[in-house]
């Protein structure tokens, strides 16, 4: 990257610069309030109240009560924890039903527990990137534990009929999880409306720090913990919280919920107007994923006859960060698991680019990277 050209970030589903006020809200617990939230004296006390403080903001963001809230280390670890509870809660249901398209969090952990005998069915999508919900209510039996569907893909922003699955859920008395992660602080989530019974979230993709996330347990539902100790997050998640992340982590959230509506509104300008460049001054690009039900800040296209790890490379070069994929599988030589359900070619899958945007991005910064797209898929393709 040229030092004095300035990065344009467009790869705001891989994670998100951390908000000054997130910030200037956690230093003070990395010097003076370093003290154990679990402690009796003051200091212990001052902190634990920063951590329910963090709690009731998450809590404000999914419309949830702050004792439904579970502070974990990431999404990841959220998703593994709301999967293995389910399966506790009873020995004879053992069998899932998720998709194709999940994120690694939950397609890696229900392909290793398909190795010890968990039965798991997977539902596909169509070439939208959307399921069938009839397939769904099909595919849940009186011995599934869990149904887990996320709320958005990561890699196309194709938005699921999460309430939907939620009902579905309900009427065969299943449990229902949704890998919020993308989601979160780009739309407005409701757990009480959804009817959810966990609802894995993550910092990062929401301008906090790296190495805190949530899960969102309902009151109502049976739980197991995943990691087990002390007596930390109500005897939920044992392991000293990671207090100033905690901290940031709310601060994030609640500037996520006061923002939302305008957000929503301002991501959706900034990609659209990106498409329309786009769309205008190159043949042959399409969309990956449902254009009328999709995040609003994301943009998966394929440019055809072009080769997506060549223009990633000019476009890094040109000091435009976006992905071909998911950060998390960054470095596989196989496309797109998700593009691939779709019925996606490997010459399309291999031609496709992930763009996302943030608050941060601005349309002269959009205007900035098309003309650089468009010349270097010229270049790319007259090879």
């Known amino acids: ?17 951390v908000d000054p006020a997130v910030v200037e809200e956690m230093l003070p617990f990395l010097t003076e309030h370093y003290g154990n939230p679990s402690s009796p ?11 329910e403080t963090a709690r009731c903001r998450v809590a404000q963001l999914i419309q949830s009560e702050p004792e439904e809230v579970i502070f974990t280390s990431c999404g990841t670890e959220a998703t593994n924890a709301a999967i293995y509870s389910a399966l506790a809660a009873d020995p004879d249901k053992q069998h899932i039903v998720t998709t194709r398209v999940e994120h690694s969090a939950t397609l890696k952990t229900c392909e290793l527990l398909a190795k010890r005998g968990v039965e798991i069915t997977w539902i596909g999508v169509d070439g939208k990137g959307q399921i069938d919900p009839e397939e769904v209510e099909k595919a849940v039996r009186s011995d599934t534990a869990l149904l887990t569907v996320m709320w958005a893909n990561n890699e196309t922003g194709t938005l699921f009929p999460v309430q939907t699955l939620a009902g579905i859920a309900k009427k065969k008395g299943v ?15 409701s757990s009480k409306d959804i009817g959810v019974q966990f609802m894995s979230l993550s910092g990062h993709k929401l301008h906090c720090p790296k190495g805190v996330g949530a899960l969102y347990v309902n009151k109502k539902t049976r739980f197991t913990p995943f990691l087990t100790g002390g007596s930390q ?9 990671n207090v100033a992340s905690i901290v940031a982590f709310g601060k994030a959230c609640e500037l996520a919920a006061n923002e939302i509506e305008t957000k929503e509104t301002t991501l959706r300008v900034l990609r659209d107007g990106f498409e329309e460049q786009l769309f205008q001054k190159i043949v042959n690009v399409q969309i990956n994923g449902d254009k009328s039900s999709r995040l609003p800040n994301t943009s998966n296209l394929a440019f055809e006859n072009t080769d997506a790890e060549a223009l990633l490379m000019l476009l890094d070069e040109k000091n435009i960060a976006c992905s071909a994929g998911s950060a998390c599988t960054s470095g596989s030589v196989n496309p797109s698991h998700v593009l691939k359900a779709m019925g996606c070619s490997d010459t399309r899958a291999r031609a496709s680019l992930r763009f996302s945007f943030s608050l941060y991005n601005t349309l002269t910064e959009v205007d900035k990277a098309v003309d650089i797209i468009v010349k270097s898929v010229a270049k790319i393709r007259s090879l």
Do not use: C, S, W
């Open 1 to 17: 990257m040229h030092p004095f050209e300035p990065l344009i970030y467009l790869d705001n589903n891989a994670t998100t610069a």
């Open 175 to 189: 449990y229902f999880h949704t890998d919020a992660v993308q989601a979160a602080g780009k739309i407005p989530l």
């Open 41 to 51: 004296y003051r200091m212990g006390k001052h902190v634990a109240k920063a951590l």
């Open 233 to 241: 997050e109500g005897g939920k998640r044992g392991g000293t919280q």
